[in-house]
Every structure is written in structure tokens, then in C-alpha cells.
């Protein structure tokens, strides 16, 4: 079982930087991939980018790739979001997610847990 709670989110201008931090309860922590997803009102959730279990694998959505930066600290248990120049079609709730895949995976159902979402505002 694994338990996750982002914080991080906020109101920020256009080109602006926020990070999201996600921190996991459970014993397992670093047998997970941890990914980020966004999501707005009558969407889709959104595949935003995820981190193997080691860090050494990671993907990310064309949209944000070069923008933001995955990174996760197992001894805390965290996993961050690092994100930069932002846009206002950035704007959502973002959610850190968990999967025991052993590849990583931009499949929402692919992934088991789910934190409870956090706001992200990008103000033009």
C-alpha cells in the first residue's frame, strides 16, 4: 500500500517556476515508478512525465519535455516535479501516481495509486 500527497502547486505568471513535491508513505517506496499527470475540467487526465524506481529511466509528454524535470529522492520518499517556463495551458490539477511497471509507462491505468491532485494556476 502506498499513500501519496502532493504539495507545491500555486498561482504563478507566465514563464514562471514552480516545483511539486509528491511524498509516499510505505515501505516499498523505491519499487515504484512514480509519474505526474495534470488534468483539467471535462478532460482527459494527461500524462506529464515519469521516473523508474532507479531514476535511471525517464520519460515525458512532448509538451513539457525541456521545460520540466522529474527527479524523486528515495531515502525521503519524494518525487518532484521541476517546472519551468510555464504556460498558461499549463493550468491544471497535477497528480503523482505510482505503478509497478517494471518499464515505464504514460498509461493512466497503468498505474495503481494516486495522490489527491494539487492546483497549478499559470496566469497570462
Known amino acids: 500500500q502506498v499513500q501519496l500527497v502532493e504539495s507545491g502547486g500555486g498561482l504563478v505568471q507566465a514563464g514562471g517556476s514552480l516545483r511539486l513535491s509528491c511524498a509516499a508513505s510505505g515501505r516499498t517506496f523505491s519499487s515504484y515508478a512514480l509519474g505526474w499527470f495534470r488534468q483539467v475540467p471535462g478532460k482527459e487526465r494527461e500524462f506529464v512525465a515519469v521516473i523508474s524506481w532507479s531514476g535511471g529511466s525517464i520519460l515525458y509528454a512532448d509538451s513539457v519535455k525541456g521545460r520540466f524535470t522529474i527527479s524523486r529522492d528515495n531515502a525521503k520518499n519524494t518525487v518532484y516535479l521541476q517546472m519551468n517556463t510555464l504556460k498558461p495551458e499549463d493550468t491544471a490539477v497535477y497528480y503523482c501516481?505510482?505503478?509497478?511497471?517494471?518499464?515505464?509507462?504514460?498509461?493512466?491505468?497503468?498505474?495503481?495509486?494516486w495522490g489527491q491532485g494539487t492546483q497549478v494556476t499559470v496566469s497570462s
Open positions: 501516481a505510482a505503478t509497478t511497471y517494471v518499464r515505464v509507462t504514460s498509461t493512466p491505468a497503468t498505474y495503481r495509486y
